[in-house]
């Protein structure tokens, strides 16, 4: 006899049906699964068996064999055991034959027969819903979804499908022979997320730094990347932490599309989904694979985690070269893409990169009272662990100076992070508002992200600010990539004055945050020809 339940492999976001086909035949007692399952695939056998155990139930004395179709796709992770478990029990007749019909299933067995949690839940859910991230055809709508009951939350977010949240083996048996029902899990009130995400920190606690405010305001408001270099203490990590307040809640398909990935990662506690945007602020010993995703089975990584949000790289010179080097490409495509033998998993990655560094090893580079006996050479040494294309990606760059303490001793400013977001927000809707109008992008919202015709439909300037423009990139040998940037950096300025047209103010202020060189450059050429 053959039973057969459905349930989900992953590649990326991308949700692929898997059709789990469990045989019971005569010949010499054996259990074995076929169709190229990972190693935590191939141990369910032994947690299928405990399973059974507990429930009072023996394997039968037959040849069990379970096939994962298709058999050249890559079985990877531990909730292949529910479906295994449920297509067994159908095919020993504990279940009836057609009572799984139309159920995906996912979750891993634990040996007392409990049903623990296990990552992507939340896309299996939209797949068995028929969503849109959907690999398979229309054929998937309307199915339902067997999960742990402590996702069962999760999975109701997806909506429309039937969800099972069973505790346990015998939980998911008796409810379909009848004799225990299992109620359907409800989502959590959306009106108490972002209460239940914590207070964000405020912009008002940070004294002085006017400038940097003014960099951090602009950079929330077009999404651009920002890169802050001053000494330490400065402030640039309480800067970078308050950004999360200043930035607009994520839309209705924002929140599933961040939750889903969050879901992949088994970082999604308890179906809590947030409007809040993500923030990431990874050690500086993370590995190229925990930037941009990898390992073993090609989890998403940092950039992925932040996608909609932020990704905060504290003491930037101190990551590594390579893994810093594999920022490049998504910060340009939006997309993390890891490469396999056998398999490219995407990722999606549209983040909004903040960095801060030292400007010097001893981090005291303008202060001859403090700075170590290699400056000013050590500064160079320093800032030339990044390279220049990587450099090039930052819209805006920022001097944090050091506060004095007749600074600290002021009164808090008067103006916090509600005032700036507010400001923020007006600036965002201006840009929604005005790329509805001039593109059909769907993933074109914000300043930074403009590239191309719409560019130069949005950000033309007036003529002054065009003369000043051409100006300074021959002087300051901009490339092609910073001149735009430098034109979506204006664009935005623009946008928090209020004003319809690019003009030579703004262009100037956009200039006034392109990186400049090291001030320890022209010393040093001296030095060497003198």
């Not at 076929?34 to 032994?46: F, H, I, N, Y």
């Not at 010097?360 to 400056?375: I, N, T, V």
């Not at 007036?462 to 001149?483: C, P, Q, V």
Request: neutral net charge; charged residues 20%.
């Amino acid at each position: 006899m053959v039973a057969r339940i459905g349930t989900v492999a992953f590649e990326g976001i991308q949700v692929v049906d898997v059709d789990v086909q469990v045989q019971t035949a005569s010949g010499l007692p054996a259990f074995t699964v076929v169709g190229l399952p990972d190693k935590a695939v191939g141990e369910s056998r032994e947690r299928v068996r405990a399973a059974l155990h507990a429930m009072g139930l023996a394997l039968p004395a037959k040849r069990i064999t379970v096939n994962l179709s298709p058999a050249d796709l890559l079985k990877e992770g531990s909730h292949y055991d529910l479906p295994i478990a449920l297509g067994l029990l159908a095919a020993m007749g504990v279940l009836p034959a057609d009572a799984l019909a139309g159920y995906l299933a996912l979750g891993e067995l634990a040996l007392d027969g409990g049903i623990a949690k296990v990552s992507g839940v939340l896309p299996a859910a939209i797949h068995a819903r028929g969503g849109a991230i959907s690999a398979g055809d229309d054929a998937a709508a309307g199915r339902g979804l067997i999960c742990p009951a402590a996702q069962g939350a999760e999975a109701a977010w997806a909506g429309g499908g039937e969800v099972l949240a069973a505790p346990s083996l015998l939980a998911a048996v008796n409810h379909f022979k009848g004799t225990q029902l299992l109620a359907p899990p409800l989502p959590p009130d959306p009106g108490v997320l972002a209460a239940a995400a914590g207070r964000l920190p405020d912009l008002a606690e940070v004294k002085g730094q006017e400038t940097a405010k003014r960099a951090l305001e602009i950079a929330a408001a077009g999404n651009h990347n920002l890169l802050m270099t001053g000494p330490p203490g400065a402030g640039k990590s309480m800067l970078a932490a308050r950004l999360a307040g200043l930035l607009p809640p994520l839309a209705a398909d924002e929140i599933l599309e961040a939750s889903m990935i969050q879901s992949l990662a088994g970082e999604l506690d308890q179906g809590h989904l947030t409007d809040r945007r993500p923030f990431r602020d990874p050690h500086h010993s993370a590995s190229m694979a925990a930037l941009v995703g990898g390992g073993h089975r090609a989890r998403p990584g940092e950039v992925s985690l932040a996608h909609l949000g932020v990704l905060f790289l504290d003491e930037l010179p101190e990551f590594q070269r390579n893994a810093l080097e594999a920022l490049r490409q998504p910060l340009e495509s939006g997309r993390a893409v890891v490469a396999r033998a056998n398999a490219h998993v995407t990722y999606p990655a549209r983040f909004q990169l903040i960095g801060a560094m030292n400007p010097c090893r001893c981090g005291y580079l303008s202060d001859p009272a403090l700075a170590c006996s290699k400056a000013p050479g050590c500064a160079e040494a320093y800032q030339n662990r990044l390279s220049g294309p990587l450099l090039d990606r930052f819209d805006m760059h920022v001097d944090v100076p050091a506060v004095r303490p007749a600074d600290l001793d002021l009164p808090a400013p008067a103006e916090g992070t509600a005032a700036v977001a507010a400001r923020v927000a007006a600036a965002r809707q201006c840009q929604r508002d005005r790329f509805a109008a001039v593109t059909d992008r769907p993933g074109v919202r914000t300043n930074a992200e403009a590239d191309g015709d719409v560019l130069d439909a949005i950000a033309t300037p007036d003529e002054a600010g065009r003369r000043l423009l051409l100006e300074a990139s021959d002087r300051f040998h901009l490339s092609a990539r910073g001149y735009h940037r430098v034109l979506r950096v204006a664009r935005t300025i623009a946008d928090l004055a209020a004003d319809a047209t690019v003009g030579r103010v703004h262009i100037a202020e956009a200039l006034a945050y392109r990186r400049r060189r090291p001030p320890t450059a022209a010393p040093i050429a001296m030095r060497s020809f003198g």
